[in-house]
């Protein structure tokens, strides 16, 4: 992949298959806004302004050392083309192809992406990008952008905080999950000790966090530890496996849709995306538009 740095700006050529816009915003990470024509976000401590034009990606400012950081966030290396190709030829999920062109998968620290998800459970996309911003500013770093640009906080911060102070920023019920899993991070859990567990066990290990379910484990599973086979199952994604693949039969099991999902293979992860967004963009969500991944 070419790509140069000049003036604190990056700039990869070549880049195909990618829908900046819509990755940014379907529900995978929380931290990107579009604001005058152009997409602003922070990752970590990494205040940028991103643009996609004609197969140009240019990421600002960005330092010699941080090209590599950007070109694996936004999973530029993966061949994509390959990924539609599957579905092209699969004849039950070929339907969904058209709803997600573009949408790539970030490759997001485990652990704003476990505290991101947590925040998720039972919530819409614009609640949670407010408690997120409004957790930032409360233990987060100051970032020199502007005065309401802040890091996403570290984990010992976050467990330093009273929960009076997290009730406050609209978590409810999941305050004390927040404040107990980066608890366990700050005590020295190592998130990316499972990168390299099988799914399974990653899976069940991520569980024994507080607030943290199936769903919420494959999200950091795949949006961060690179598990492309998690495959996160809400409302959306299990009616679209029961109308793909059980004719919409409501009495299909969870379980039968995660098998379903398996034989997806390695990228059933990714294929997800393209369910999610076929079920949320085509009549099978037209009842509910409020609902996030």
Known sequence: ???????????????????????????????????????????????????????????????????????????????????????????????????????????????????SFIVSSNNNIKRIVGIIDRLCMLAGEPLACHESCYAFPAAKSIAELPLESLYGIGLGYRAPYIKHSAEIIANGYDLE?????????????????????????????????????AFPVDVWIDRAMKALYFDSDVSVTKQQVYKAAEALGKYSGIIQQYIFHYARLSKLGASDKSKNN
């Open 1 to 115: 992949m070419k790509y140069e740095i000049n003036e604190k700006q990056l700039t990869v050529y070549g880049v195909e298959d990618f829908d900046l816009e819509a990755s940014c915003e379907c529900g995978q990470s929380f931290r990107w806004r579009k604001l005058d024509g152009k997409i602003h976000g922070i990752v970590g401590d990494k205040s940028v302004t991103v643009a996609l034009d004609s197969g140009k990606l240019t990421v600002t400012p960005c330092g010699q050392d941080d090209a590599a950081f950007w070109i694996k966030y936004f999973d530029l290396e993966r061949n994509y083309n390959e990924i539609q190709e599957l579905i092209r030829n699969d004849s039950m999920l070929s339907v969904c192809l058209p709803y997600a062109l573009g949408i790539h998968v970030f490759n997001q620290d485990p652990f704003e992406a476990l505290m």
């Open 193 to 229: 000790a499972l990168r390299t567990m099988p799914l399974y066990e990653a899976r069940k290990e991520l569980c024994t966090f507080p607030g943290v379910g199936p769903k919420v484990a494959d999200c950091v599973l795949l949006f961060s530890l690179g598990h492309t086979n």
